[in-house]
């Protein structure tokens, strides 16, 4: 298989005080626990030549991009999406906030996909860029577990590309919708794909090397 390591949406408006998720009220202590792994992911799969992939979610500055349902639901949640916080407009593209945090910042070369929605394969040239690598493979890593990572793992499981979630480098605010993910990868078989710490892939890339 050719393999391609995802990182998804690992943001300041994720991962940072006065980003998005934490104007929502969310915990960004526990949505800033997957760097440590996904650091050592980058980091092998930088050494074994894997493609790699930055997803970042975020809006035209005229939020003509922006589904009036989303914005409702922002703003109820209390982080309005375009409003102005200490970190930029609240994920708005070219924003301070929006971009990817300092220790996961890409390399030349690694391509990051900005998404309007939750799905790294929506409304996106994601797919494009990965048939045209022959890549069918996908290592999926980042925030937030239940909404955005799940969401582009089950796109990809649809368009069928083998999956690899890796527990430990992959965060959510809430322990137990994080858990619920993990068992719902095991339903049927492995319906959905296989589960991994980031230990176990950096030695299952170092075997197949």
Not at 65 to 93: F, H, M, N, T, Y
Not at 97 to 124: C, M, N, R, W
């Amino acid at each position: 298989m050719s393999t391609a390591l995802i990182v998804i949406d690992m943001q300041r408006d994720f991962c940072a005080a006065g980003g998005y998720a934490d104007r929502a009220g969310l915990d960004i202590t526990r949505l800033r626990a997957p760097i440590p792994a996904i650091q050592r992911l980058l980091d092998g799969a930088r050494r074994h030549g894997l493609a790699i992939f930055h997803t970042r979610e975020g809006h035209r500055p005229d939020l003509a991009d922006l589904p009036e349902s989303k914005r409702r639901r922002a703003e109820c949640a209390g982080a309005p999406i375009g409003g102005q916080g200490p970190l930029g407009r609240l994920l708005v593209r070219g924003e301070y906030g929006h971009d990817l945090i300092d220790e996961l910042q890409p390399l030349p070369g690694e391509p990051v996909i900005d998404k309007p929605g939750y799905s790294a394969f929506a409304h996106t040239d994601l797919e494009l860029m990965l048939r045209n690598r022959g890549i069918d493979e996908l290592i999926v890593t980042g925030v937030t577990t239940e909404v955005c990572v799940s969401s582009t793992l089950r796109s990809a499981v649809d368009l069928g590309f083998a999956c690899t979630l890796v527990d430990d480098a992959c965060g959510s605010a809430h322990a137990t919708l994080h858990a619920a993910v993990v068992a719902m990868m095991a339903v049927e078989g492995g319906l959905f794909g296989r589960v991994l710490d980031s230990q176990d892939v950096l030695a299952e890339w170092e075997e197949r090397r």
